[in-house]
């Protein structure tokens, strides 16, 4: 009796040690296992975006540094409203214009144009890209304003013209008998956010 005894407290105390030590930390190296899975699977994925990044690294230096140059002064990554008015300025001056009560809005968080059209009710703005609007006021010849029109539009610069309004100057003629006018311009720039 006593060997039946002993078998069956050599039973219980097996099955208590199973119960309470090596379940728990079977358990617990099942979990940790699963743990070392998942960081495999994000290490391969952090190897196949390394591998992704020095691939995309090797076709960005393949650009020349002119044509990145280029690049930015068409889309910048921020807005330099100093610079602007600068080269706004320096293109009007080509025509004998000055650029003149310069009002600058819009910029980050400003809402965009779309926002209270169709295209913006459809969705929150998830666009890459926000907007600037310049407003300046210039004068001189219709030929001269024509020509820096041109030059604006053929710049680096995206720039749309959101409105324009000309006034005739009164007693004021230019140098070969043409009348000046009075240009009211507002003008929207783009930028990366």
């Given at each position: ?26 358990d ?48 910048p ?8 008015v ?6 009007a ?75 005739p ?25």
């Amino acid at each position: 009796m006593t060997k039946i005894i002993i078998s069956i407290l050599a039973l219980v105390a097996a099955a208590a040690l199973f119960i309470g030590y090596v379940q728990p930390t079977y358990d617990r190296v099942q979990a940790v296992q699963a743990d070392v899975s998942e960081f495999n699977v994000a290490l391969d994925k952090s190897r196949e975006l390394q591998e992704l990044k020095q691939g995309l690294l090797a076709r960005y230096n393949t650009f020349s540094s002119q044509d990145l140059a280029r690049l930015s002064r068409l889309l910048p990554d921020h807005v330099d409203n100093v610079r602007l008015v600068l080269d706004l300025d320096n293109l009007a001056s080509q025509y004998g214009m000055a650029v003149q009560n310069v009002i600058v809005s819009g910029g980050s968080g400003s809402t965009n144009s779309t926002a209270g059209t169709v295209l913006g009710a459809i969705g929150a703005n998830a666009s890459s890209f926000d907007s600037l609007t310049l407003q300046f006021a210039t004068r001189g010849t219709y030929e001269n304003f024509v020509s820096f029109l041109q030059n604006l539009e053929g710049s680096l610069r995206i720039v749309d013209l959101v409105s324009l309004t000309m006034e005739p100057i009164r007693g004021v003629v230019a140098e070969g008998g043409e009348p000046l006018y009075q240009y009211n311009v507002a003008i929207r720039t783009y930028w990366l956010k």
